[in-house]
């Protein structure tokens, strides 16, 4: 039987020579006889990184702001909050743009009455910072993570690294986006597993024939 390695690999040979860095995507089926269509707005946490610090921001004021300037990260004040506010367009434009939202603890219920609507439906709401000496820490984590989305699907695409990544780290990233949606799931719902970079074909096998 082939393994969970050996379908990536196949996925990986069409790579050719593109002039972006191409994603890695994990695709999973699901079983009509085992589950109902399901949904996902959500974060999985994976062993290791594969999201752009770019796209992740930092809502906070005070030794949190000042951490977040230190460390060179995206930072937007409270003050920046209550001027999207009254911009809707420029904070749907951030939320399309963004991966992730931190905040510090303190600004949460501000940050909810200003923009909840726009980023809860999203799955945008921000991760809590406790304390300045904690946000490099999370930052890291989200940076290690993944989203997975679908409102009543019988499957998902999840990206769990890219072309240039080595095989064994894209390969422990999709052991636990598998190991995550099969929790989520009865017994036996996966029933298709495949790979395919962001122009590749798709290489994908029953579920109990793709061994880790």
């Known amino acids: ?29 699901f079983n009509s006889n085992r589950t109902k269509p399901v949904t996902f707005n959500e974060i999985i946490y994976v062993p290791h990184p594969i999201q752009n610090p770019s796209r ?56 909810g009455k200003a923009l909840g609507a726009i980023l809860a439906p999203r799955g945008k709401m921000p991760i809590t910072v406790p304390n300045a000496q904690a946000l490099d820490v999370i930052f890291k984590r989200v940076l290690a993570s993944t989203r997975v989305r679908g409102r009543n699907v019988m499957g998902v695409q999840v990206k769990v690294g890219y ?8 390969l422990d990233n999709a052991k636990a986006v598998i190991d995550y949606i099969e929790k989520k799931l009865p017994p036996g719902s996966v029933k298709s597993i495949g790979f395919k970079l962001t122009m590749g074909g798709i290489r994908k096998l029953r579920a109990e024939e793709a061994v880790a």
């Open 1 to 29: 039987m082939a393994k969970l390695e050996d379908l990536l690999a196949e996925a990986l040979k069409d790579k050719g020579k593109r002039k972006f860095r191409q994603a890695v995507e994990l695709m999973l089926t």
């Open 56 to 111: 992740i921001y930092v809502i906070a004021g005070g030794d949190v702001a000042v951490e977040a300037k230190k460390l060179g990260y995206n930072l937007i004040t409270p003050e920046d909050v209550d001027r999207l506010a009254t911009n809707k367009r420029e904070a749907k434009k951030l939320a399309r743009r963004a991966y992730a939202f931190l905040a510090e603890a303190s600004l949460m219920p501000r940050i």
């Open 163 to 170: 072309e240039d990544m080595k095989e064994s780290d894209i």
